[in-house]
Nanobody, 125 residues
Framework: QVQLVESGGGLVQAGGSLRLSCAAS????????MGWFRQAPGKEREFVAS????????YYADSVKGRFSISRDNTKNTVFLQMNSLKPEDTAVYYC??????????????????WGQGTQVTVSS
């Protein structure tokens, strides 16, 4: 069982930046692909970014490409999401997730095995 704990959310003005972190309890963290998803009120959970076990391969939703960057530090069992040029439409609860079966992660929430509790990101206009 992998426990994931997100942190780093908060309130920021449009155009600002935030860096989310997700710490994993599992020593085999490096064997998992990781993903970030978000869910805004009244909307379905949507894919944001994913990263393979080594950190070499990353994938982004079109809506965040060029603004967000996913990375990981396997020595610290942590994955990060650097968010720049934030927009009000980025407001959501952000979740990290671990994927055992898809080497490069996946844009489909149902393929992930473990989820964090989420961290709120609010971008004011």
């Amino acid at each position: 069982q992998v426990q994931l704990v997100e942190s780093g959310g908060g309130l920021v003005q449009a155009g600002g930046s935030l860096r989310l972190s997700c710490a994993a309890s599992e020593r085999t963290f490096s064997s998992y692909a990781m993903g970030w998803f978000r869910q805004a009120p009244g909307k379905e959970r949507e894919f944001v970014a994913s990263i393979n076990w080594s950190g070499v391969n990353t994938y982004y939703a079109d809506s965040v490409k060029g603004r967000f960057s996913i990375s990981r530090d396997n020595t610290k069992n942590t994955v990060f999401l650097q968010m720049n040029s934030l927009k009000p439409e980025d407001t959501a609860v952000y979740y990290c997730a671990a994927n055992r079966n898809y080497a490069f992660g996946s844009a489909t929430a149902g393929t992930y095995d473990y989820w964090g509790q989420g961290t709120q990101v609010t971008v004011s206009s």
